[in-house]
T-cell receptor, first 116, second 111 residues
Framework: DAGITQSPRHKVTETGTPVTLRCHQT?????MYWYRQDPGHGLRLIHY???????DKGEVSDGYSVSRSKTEDFLLTLESATSSQTSVYFC???????????????FGPGTRLTVT | TQLLEQSPQFLSIQEGENLTVYCNSS?????LQWYRQEPGEGPVLLVT?????EVKKLKRLTFQFGDARKDSSLHITAAQPGDTGLYLC???????????FGTGTRLTVIP
């Protein structure tokens, strides 16, 4: 299994509070991704990183920010959590970006976030 | 609007039966991947197909990429309880930086 951990694994928070989710990898992969998974929508990309301090938006980036100060860590922050951000969040890593055909993404175990 | 639609959304079958899951789009993809996800875990890649009409086999699983590269199918022969899980297709579009995931098919194989 690829060395990817996510913390916390479960979190319940109140609307309006800031929340930070952490993804840590030990594989030294260049690319890191944050997805959210909701019933009926599959996985949707929030933000991704193609190197230290290099990040870009995905298809559902509103209300989220990210930071990557080290190769191994990718943080996802909800500045002011809303109930619509209740979801399961997955971090993924890959050696190559998606532009390379067949590049595989390795996923972490997920974080279940509930915003009340 | 979901770029990749999967059908059926739910499938419950008896052990030993065959099944096919479909992944359809109106868009063309340069490659398509299939992942399986088990409860409480992240998705795990099963296969990548890159050529229109390509067929790949992984033991009892057969994956096909449509000739026009807009659709794909996953066929499982003699399903086993260990095949139970959520199956996700994911496509890469030329010029895009992310994978587009399908809506998923939740398969339950009853012993």
């Amino acid at each position: 299994d690829a060395g990817i951990t996510q913390s916390p694994r479960h979190k319940v928070t109140e609307t309006g509070t800031p929340v930070t989710l952490r993804c840590h990898q030990t594989e030294n992969h260049r690319y890191m991704y944050w997805y959210r998974q909701d019933p009926g929508h599959g996985l949707r990309l929030i933000h991704y990183s193609y190197g230290v301090k290099d990040t870009d938006k995905g298809e559902v980036s509103d209300g989220y920010s990210v930071s990557r100060s080290k190769t191994e860590d990718f943080l996802l922050t909800l500045e002011s959590a809303t109930s619509s951000q209740t979801s399961v969040y997955f971090c993924a890593i890959s050696d190559y970006g998606t532009r390379q055909l067949g590049s595989e993404q390795y996923f972490g175990p997920g974080t279940r976030l509930t915003v009340t | 609007t979901q770029l990749l639609e999967q059908s059926p959304q739910f499938l419950s079958i008896q052990e030993g039966e065959n099944l096919t899951v479909y992944c359809n789009s109106s868009s063309v993809f340069s490659s398509l991947q299939w992942y399986r996800q088990e409860p409480g875990e992240g998705p795990v890649l099963l296969v990548t197909v890159v050529t229109g009409g390509e067929v790949k086999k992984l033991k009892r699983l057969t994956f096909q990429f449509g000739d026009a590269r807009k659709d794909s199918s996953l066929h499982i022969t003699a399903a086993q309880p260990g095949d139970t899980g959520l199956y996700l297709c994911a496509g890469h579009k030329t010029g895009a930086n992310n994978l587009f995931f399908g809506t998923g098919t939740r398969l339950t194989v009853i012993p």
